[in-house]
T-cell receptor
Framework: DAGVIQSPRHEVTEMGQEVTLRCKPISGHDYLFWYRQTMMRGLELLIYFNNNVPIDDSGMPEDRFSAKMPNASFSTLKIQPSEPRDSAVYFC?????????????FGPGTRLTVT | AQRVTQPEKLLSVFKGAPVELKCNYSYSGSPELFWYVQYSRQRLQLLLRHISRESIKGFTADLNKGETSFHLKKPFAQEEDSAMYYCALSGADNAGNMLTFGGGTRLMVKP
């Protein structure tokens, strides 16, 4: 298994543009997590899904952010419109089951730069 | 609410020296604590969890509920230990599904 796959690896866009980040979890993993990493705030959980259903989105910063999981093998995180302060590394992670006995496996991240 | 604090953003030590990466947490219930590590150009990965009471790559961490700490220690640092280290907490109030991470500490081991 190639692990969690994220695309693109790097994204540079102008302020106001729509940005879509993509994630393919490890096959068979029922939980999917989106994190954002910044120098100021470290690694923050944005939202997580269980069996394609969003369970907790309390970490989503604003209405400009939205996430979907249309099927078990694909999720998107969309920012519309993007702003310079959204520049960060966005990680996707998946796990086999609930709770802490199941390790979260992280993707390589997408480095987003909004100019 | 749960919070994880890593007071040092950067820790620099010489090879062979002991290293301690500090982690303090705030949580009213019974937490589970973890250390994650990200080596250069690699993915963030689990290093160890307190519940396992194990030593991984020479690292250990003891949960001290009295001091609400979970410091990561290694008696003799190696250059390959240079990486970004994150302490993380999971609480029972979210069924253990959500991890709260600290801000991270970059460890640099100099030759």
């Amino acid at each position: 298994d190639a692990g969690v796959i994220q695309s693109p690896r790097h994204e540079v866009t102008e302020m106001g543009q729509e940005v879509t980040l993509r994630c393919k979890p490890i096959s068979g993993h029922d939980y999917l997590f989106w994190y954002r990493q910044t120098m100021m705030r470290g690694l923050e959980l944005l939202i997580y899904f269980n069996n394609n259903v969003p369970i907790d989105d309390s970490g989503m910063p604003e209405d400009r952010f939205s996430a979907k999981m249309p099927n078990a093998s694909f999720s998107t995180l969309k920012i519309q419109p993007s702003e310079p302060r959204d520049s960060a590394v966005y990680f996707c992670a998946s796990s086999l089951g609930p709770g802490t006995q199941y390790e979260q496996y992280f993707g390589p991240g997408t480095r987003l730069t909004v100019t | 609410a749960q919070r994880v604090t890593q007071p040092e953003k950067l820790l620099s030590v010489f090879k062979g020296a002991p290293v301690e990466l500090k982690c303090n947490y705030s949580y009213s219930g019974s937490p589970e604590l973890f250390w994650y590590v990200q080596y250069s150009r690699q993915r963030l990965q689990l290093l160890l969890r307190h519940i396992s009471r194990e030593s991984i790559k020479g690292f250990t961490a003891d949960l001290n509920k009295g001091e609400t700490s979970f410091h990561l220690k290694k008696p003799f640092a190696q250059e390959e230990d240079s990486a970004m280290y994150y302490c993380a907490l999971s609480g029972a109030d979210n069924a253990g599904n959500m991890l709260t991470f600290g801000g991270g500490t970059r460890l640099m081991v100099k030759p």
